[in-house]
């Protein structure tokens, strides 16, 4: 699934895939990123938090 969300004020969508298919520079990620695992099992109009060294928000936008 792919999931449009909002960073910074910048609109950005990504596909959550597999270990293997993971592709950042066609905005593949693995739901074993830290913001994959952020996106996973939420909805549209949720607040989650990236957990890395920094930590930060982002907001979903839509779900697709």
Partial sequence: LKRTIKIN???ETYE???LNESDILNNKISYESPMGKALLN???NDIVKVEIVNPYNVKIIEIN
């Fill in 16 to 18: 959550i895939v597999g």
């Fill in 9 to 11: 004020n910048k609109i």
């Fill in 42 to 44: 939420k909805k549209t």
